[in-house]
């Protein structure tokens, strides 16, 4: 059993647990305020272990199962060290790095929380596009070449945030999605001229 698998199952537990005792999620739940006034850093990464409904949950463990095999194929194969550690340390790191945005937006905003593994999901969508930038994807049955969907799904990211809208952590969303194009390149700095040469290789 991989990595991905395991924390599938871990991430699933935990959320269905939150489902029926609410307490769990307000103590553990993603609250800018709480970390900075409170000092409750386990916040950090907690918050990535729980959801808020069904389909929030499935939704990400499918996207997560969908692309994790395909990532750690690729970091086995270009970055050093053990390909399950390296995963580890990159989903954990991304589940915080994702959420630094909304923690200096929001730090002092007590009403505002946030629960899902959305932005470390994201990190290993895009670090699957960083490696195989044509990949095609499945956007409601429509395929669609990785790097396009990559692109519009940033600028979505970005218009949402923006407007503030609705209660879904389009912050989160972008910035995981950044991350995970930036951590293989950090530790493998050659990967950005390879995928440059991947674009440049279709015209």
């Keep these: 059993m991989n990595i991905a698998i395991i924390i599938i199952i871990v ?16 103590k553990y739940q993603f609250n ?25 949950l499935l939704i990400n463990m499918f996207v997560l199962w969908s692309f994790s095999r395909a990532v750690l194929f690729y970091f086995m194969r270009s970055l050093p ?39 470390a999901v994201s990190a290993v969508v895009f670090a699957s596009i960083l490696y195989d930038p044509f990949r095609i994807i499945y956007l409601y049955f429509i395929p669609v070449p990785g ?20 209660n879904i952590g389009h912050d989160a969303h972008f910035w995981g999605a950044v991350y995970g194009f930036v951590f293989p390149i950090l530790l493998n ?11 440049i290789s279709i015209f």
């Design 147 to 166: 790097i396009l969907l990559g692109i519009g799904y940033l600028i979505y990211s970005r218009v949402m945030s923006q407007r503030n809208t609705d």
């Design 32 to 56: 800018a305020w709480q970390i900075k006034h409170r000092k409750e850093y386990l916040r950090w990464i907690s918050h990535g272990f729980f959801h808020g409904s069904w389909m929030h």
């Design 81 to 119: 060290g053990n390909s399950n550690i390296v995963f580890l340390l990159f989903f954990f790191s991304a589940i915080v790095v994702s959420s630094i945005y909304s923690y200096l937006k929001e730090k002092d905003n007590y009403n505002y929380n946030a629960i899902g593994a959305s932005g």
């Design 11 to 26: 991430i699933c537990l935990i959320s269905i647990a939150g489902f029926s005792q609410p307490e769990l999620i307000y």
């Design 189 to 199: 700095p050659s990967l950005l001229s390879r995928f440059f040469n991947e674009l």
